[in-house]
């Protein structure tokens, strides 16, 4: 680079500031917090909404994963490379059950209540459990605006929590009622309960798992007396409960909700080595196909034996929107 | 493609107000006089494609206050350039709006064109594309900017751009204890 020349060196505006930070590589925000340390000026640009904007449609519009939160254990106040601070400091009080839309589903039990948290910004609604008793729980949080919004930068504004759970019928038979209420962040209360008219049959009932909403609707996981797993689907407009069965009904099977391209639903399930990726054809829920199957041996660390029958591998979660899937060994630290 | 730049006065005993010519004088802030091709001009300047299809450009040199006769030599240059490097097939189908296109990395001529410029003159040239519209050299020149600043700390990219810290020592420290993940590496 040439050196300067006598006169001052050329002011940049604005607009083209703007335009070079997002330019920095997204997938290294230590450059963006340091141009905001440059000067104030720079902060404000960065600060400002429309170029959170700007930066999610250059960059492809996707979200970031900023971490993962484990599930079915206490909720750890890290994630990722990023440390968040929890509503309040008792993490093994904490269970986390859902993330989306900028926002996680906490579960406390002591108080026992939900708890909707904004990592980002440290915001959180706490809310009441459903009234009505139950033995297990699905929940799922996301935007209350159904239409006409990204996702991208809606996570101060009203929000739905859905609730999925079976409950012990107290008659005879013995057999499980499975229901979802949902919480209107506007209304400030639960709504009635819609409850599935078949029963499941004994033992059968929710899974503590995520859920997946995929075109208007949240599919949450079933284990069935059976061994074998179901999809609970919830039409979130019409407020109708359905059971999809999938083609994975195998006891050694770990199945997930995923969203397919095509509008319909979709699975994947891990069968020793091999992840089979199913979909659904929209609006056809006995048209499964498998659509990939992946040799996790071939992806995974050399460090994790091929084909042994003591390395458990698990898929432990996805990331909607992101086309991630986390899958988790018992074996290397 | 004949490529006229620089030549200042020399132009003005070119005053071939033809109705159909096929290039442009643009005039810089300094008086200097550059001619570009029209279907160039159209094609990677929104704001010249506005004049011409206006009929606001001047054929005795569209006055360009805002940009000095170095930077207005850089944009013919790129303009001429870019014309030159894409196959004429292409020419007719390239009415690509590059605010939706995804950013596609800086081709090697183009790379070249911004890693000869000094600093200031880059800096004027990226002044030069945003005020012209011209979607792609903004995005060449700022790319080349924005690598500048790769791996640098705060104290060092005020240095590159001329900025003046107009933080107090205490807000500096209070923002890098919260951010403290981002000075990892510093």
């Given at each position: 680079?040439?050196?300067?020349?006598?006169?001052?060196?050329?002011?940049?505006?604005?607009?083209?500031?703007?335009?070079?930070?997002?330019?920095?590589?997204?997938?290294?925000?230590?450059?963006?917090?340091?141009?905001?340390?440059?000067?104030?000026?720079?902060?404000?640009?960065?600060?400002?909404?429309?170029?959170?904007?700007?930066?999610?449609?250059?960059?492809?519009?996707?979200?970031?994963?900023?971490?993962?939160?484990?599930?079915?254990?206490?909720?750890?106040?890290?994630?990722?490379?990023?440390?968040?601070?929890?509503p309040?400091?008792?993490?093994?009080?904490?269970?986390?059950?859902?993330?989306?839309?900028?926002r996680?589903?906490?579960?406390?039990?002591?108080?026992?209540?939900l708890v909707v948290w904004d990592?980002?910004?440290?915001d959180h609604h706490k809310l009441?459990?459903?009234?009505?008793?139950?033995?297990?729980?699905?929940?799922?949080v996301?935007?209350?605006?159904?239409?006409?919004?990204?996702?991208?930068?809606?996570?101060?504004?009203?929000f739905?929590v859905?609730?999925?759970?079976?409950?012990?019928?107290?008659?005879?038979?013995?057999?499980?009622?499975?229901?979802?209420?949902?919480f209107?962040s506007?209304?400030g209360?639960?709504?009635?309960?819609?409850?599935?008219?078949?029963?499941?049959?004994?033992?059968?009932?929710?899974?503590?798992?995520?859920?997946?909403?995929?075109?208007?609707?949240?599919?949450?996981?079933?284990?069935?007396?059976?061994?074998?797993?179901?999809?609970?689907?919830?039409?979130?407009?019409?407020?109708?409960?359905?059971?999809?069965?999938?083609?994975?009904?195998?006891?050694?099977?770990?199945?997930?909700?995923?969203?397919?391209?095509?509008?319909?639903?979709?699975?994947?399930?891990?069968?020793?080595?091999?992840?089979?990726?199913?979909?659904?054809?929209?609006?056809?829920?006995?048209?499964?196909?498998?659509?990939?199957?992946?040799?996790?041996?071939?992806?995974?660390?050399?460090?994790?034996?091929?084909?042994?029958?003591?390395?458990?591998?698990?898929?432990?979660?996805?990331?909607?929107?992101?086309?991630?899937?986390?899958?988790?060994?018992?074996?290397?630290? | 493609?004949?490529?006229?730049?620089?030549?200042?006065?020399?132009?003005?005993?070119?005053?071939?107000?033809?109705?159909?010519?096929?290039?442009?004088?643009?005039?810089?802030?300094?008086?200097?006089?550059?001619?570009?091709?029209?279907?160039?001009?159209?094609?990677?300047?929104?704001?010249?494609?506005?004049?011409?299809?206006?009929?606001?450009?001047?054929?005795?040199?569209?006055?360009?206050?805002?940009?000095?006769?170095?930077?207005?030599?850089?944009?013919?240059?790129?303009?001429?350039?870019?014309?030159?490097?894409?196959?004429?097939?292409?020419?007719?189908?390239?009415?690509?709006?590059?605010?939706?296109?995804?950013?596609?990395?800086?081709?090697?001529?183009?790379?070249?064109?911004?890693?000869?410029?000094?600093?200031?003159?880059?800096?004027?040239?990226?002044?030069?594309?945003?005020?012209?519209?011209?979607?792609?050299?903004?995005?060449?020149?700022?790319?080349?900017?924005?690598?500048?600043?790769?791996?640098?700390?705060?104290?060092?990219?005020?240095?590159?751009?001329?900025?003046?810290?107009?933080?107090?020592?205490?807000?500096?420290?209070?923002?890098?204890?919260?951010?403290?993940?981002?000075?990892?590496?510093?």
């Amino acid at each position: 680079m040439a050196p300067r020349r006598g006169r001052p060196p050329p002011e940049l505006t604005d607009d083209v500031i703007r335009e070079i930070l997002l330019r920095l590589p997204p997938s290294e925000p230590a450059h963006l917090v340091r141009a905001a340390l440059v000067c104030r000026r720079w902060r404000r640009l960065l600060a400002d909404r429309g170029f959170l904007r700007l930066h999610r449609a250059f960059h492809g519009g996707a979200p970031p994963l900023l971490g993962f939160l484990p599930l079915g254990a206490p909720a750890t106040a890290e994630a990722a490379a990023w440390r968040f601070s929890l509503p309040e400091p008792e993490p093994h009080a904490w269970l986390a059950l859902d993330a989306r839309h900028g926002r996680v589903l906490l579960h406390s039990s002591d108080p026992k209540r939900l708890v909707v948290w904004d990592p980002i910004t440290g915001d959180h609604h706490k809310l009441p459990l459903p009234a009505h008793p139950y033995r297990s729980l699905a929940a799922a949080v996301l935007c209350a605006a159904m239409d006409g919004c990204d996702h991208l930068d809606c996570h101060g504004g009203p929000f739905l929590v859905a609730f999925a759970a079976t409950t012990r019928r107290r008659s005879s038979d013995h057999s499980e009622t499975t229901w979802v209420s949902v919480f209107s962040s506007t209304d400030g209360a639960w709504g009635g309960p819609t409850s599935l008219s078949i029963p499941l049959g004994p033992a059968s009932h929710v899974a503590t798992t995520p859920g997946l909403l995929a075109d208007g609707a949240l599919y949450f996981t079933l284990r069935r007396g059976d061994d074998g797993v179901g999809i609970l689907k919830y039409d979130i407009v019409r407020r109708s409960l359905s059971v999809i069965d999938p083609p994975f009904l195998r006891h050694d099977v770990v199945s997930m909700s995923m969203a397919e391209d095509d509008g319909g639903g979709g699975g994947l399930d891990l069968q020793r080595h091999f992840l089979h990726l199913w979909a659904c054809r929209a609006g056809d829920d006995d048209g499964w196909v498998r659509r990939r199957v992946i040799d996790l041996d071939a992806l995974l660390p050399a460090a994790v034996p091929k084909k042994c029958a003591f390395a458990v591998k698990r898929v432990s979660g996805f990331a909607e929107g992101a086309d991630t899937i986390f899958v988790s060994t018992n074996v290397g630290t | 493609m004949e490529v006229d730049k620089g030549k200042g006065e020399a132009e003005e005993t070119r005053k071939v107000a033809e109705a159909d010519r096929d290039t442009v004088t643009l005039k810089s802030s300094d008086g200097k006089l550059f001619e570009v091709s029209k279907e160039a001009a159209a094609r990677l300047s929104t704001v010249l494609a506005g004049m011409i299809a206006g009929g606001s450009i001047d054929d005795n040199g569209t006055d360009l206050k805002q940009i000095g006769s170095e930077a207005l030599e850089n944009v013919v240059d790129y303009c001429n350039k870019h014309a030159n490097s894409i196959p004429s097939a292409a020419l007719i189908s390239s009415s690509i709006s590059f605010n939706t296109a995804p950013f596609k990395e800086p081709e090697e001529w183009e790379r070249k064109f911004v890693d000869r410029l000094s600093h200031d003159a880059l800096f004027d040239l990226v002044e030069a594309a945003n005020f012209l519209g011209m979607e792609r050299l903004l995005d060449v020149t700022c790319h080349k900017i924005s690598e500048m600043m790769k791996g640098k700390s705060p104290d060092q990219i005020r240095e590159v751009f001329n900025i003046k810290n107009d933080y107090t020592k205490e807000e500096l420290e209070e923002i890098r204890q919260e951010l403290a993940w981002a000075f990892y590496d510093d």
